[in-house]
């Protein structure tokens, strides 16, 4: 069984609520612009929602970024340091990462890996409605980052 890449690109949304899907569109687009070499290092992974199941993915990683559309951060996106905790989110359902960092934790009894939010600006969330003008463009720097994010994470410490 070969090792799992160091680097995990989680982003979630429904593709079917306009904006809400720039977790997902990120996703695909960082993995359609991401150099050859770099690819082998990175794996990707898409979904509605974050779940206790997630947890599983995190194992083997150095770093993990998680990417999802948000109404509460400026344009065109927040990025941050995350760490495990109990929250509210904390259920069988739908986790917020930082809880589906700590349900890590308990299962393993160690640390969970390095990770980032990237929040991406959004602002229509309506079933049926297509990407914002404001959400393809706040994309499009989300993209830019994310490029520059992954390299440099590849090029730390042995990644």
């Known amino acids: 069984m070969s090792a799992k890449p160091a680097i995990l690109v989680l982003g979630w949304g429904n593709l079917s609520r306009g904006d809400d899907a720039l977790g997902p569109l990120f996703v695909a687009g960082l993995q359609e612009r991401l150099a050859v070499e770099l690819l082998q290092q990175v794996e990707f992974l898409e979904d509605y929602q974050l779940q206790v199941e997630h947890a599983l ?15 509460d951060c400026p344009a065109p996106f927040l990025v941050g340091p995350l760490h ?3 929250d509210t989110s904390y259920t ?3 986790l917020s990462p930082e809880a589906l960092m700590q349900v890590f934790e308990d299962l393993h009894g160690h640390a969970a890996p390095a990770a980032t939010l990237l929040a991406l600006r959004a602002e229509v969330f309506g079933l049926g409605e297509p990407l914002s003008a404001l959400a393809q ?4 720097a989300g ?7 992954v390299r440099q994470t590849a090029n730390s410490q042995g990644a």
């Open 92 to 94: 069988s359902h739908a």
């Open 57 to 71: 993915d995190l194992e083997g990683r150095r770093h993990v970024l998680f990417v999802d559309a948000s109404l």
């Open 137 to 140: 463009g706040n994309l499009q």
């Open 84 to 86: 495990a905790r109990r």
């Open 143 to 149: 993209l830019q980052w994310g490029l520059n994010w």
